[in-house]
């Protein structure tokens, strides 16, 4: 089972409308999760830090299921601009370092 | 932003070249890394660096040779690549090895 896994996609959402996707990640004992974005050709950027509590940034929602060993992201209001990959980050058993999933692809549709 | 910078953006070098990546932090971090990202392909981690020790080398061939001369400063030196080598070369740093990680735009590499 790999240590970080995504569903690749893509999801085709209509702008404006709500999209939610997880990852799950195999380290039970895992404390830092985060969510980046990747557009085509260029470089991984930091979306938002995953808490125990879940975290909300404007249309952005990250949630935490520790029993399920799952992350979860929701875009509410879908952008054109919102159409990138959506990387999973969390720490591995190997080394406790992060390792990040390969990324769930979102196509925003007008 | 600037807190991460790459050079050079674009190489292309034949396969009995020698060439170096540079990477540069400015954010104070204590961890470096290089990855790689073939097309269409989720990252790969090469190398990190804690504290400018390399800490992991996650199985990378030896014509791929990694530098860290200081916490600020990553290299990768590259030598008798093949062609399967073209890639994205990104290079990212954290505060410490479980931190979020801020990345460069990267290196596109073309190996002829």
């Known amino acids: 089972r790999k240590e970080v896994e995504q569903d690749p996609g893509p999801f085709n959402v209509p702008e404006g409308a709500t999209v939610a996707f997880n990852c799950t990640y195999s380290n039970s004992a895992s404390q830092s999760f985060f969510w980046y974005r990747q557009d085509c050709r260029k470089e991984p950027k930091l979306l938002m830090s995953?808490?125990?509590s879940g975290n909300e940034d404007g249309r952005f929602t990250a949630q935490l299921n520790r029993a399920s060993q799952y992350i979860s992201l929701l875009i509410r209001d879908s952008k054109l601009s919102d159409s990138a990959t959506y990387l999973c980050v969390a720490p591995t058993d190997s080394w406790g370092k992060l390792q990040f999933g390969a990324g769930t692809q979102v196509v925003v549709t007008p | 932003e600037t807190g991460v910078t790459q050079t050079p953006r674009h190489l292309v070098m034949g396969m009995t070249n020698k060439k170096s990546l540079k990477c540069e932090q400015h954010?104070?971090?204590?961890?470096m890394y290089w990855y790689k990202q073939s097309a269409k392909k989720p990252l790969e981690l090469m190398f990190v660096?804690?504290?400018?020790?390399?800490?992991e080398n996650n199985s990378v061939p030896s014509r791929f040779s990694p530098e860290c001369p200081n916490s600020s400063h990553l290299f990768l030196h590259l030598h008798t690549l093949q062609p399967e080598d073209s890639a994205l070369y990104l290079c990212a740093s954290s505060h410490t090895s479980s931190d979020e990680q801020f990345f460069g735009p990267g290196t596109r590499l073309t190996v002829l």
């Open positions: 954010l104070g971090h204590n961890a």
């Open positions: 995953v808490y125990s």
């Open positions: 660096y804690s504290l400018e020790e390399r800490v």
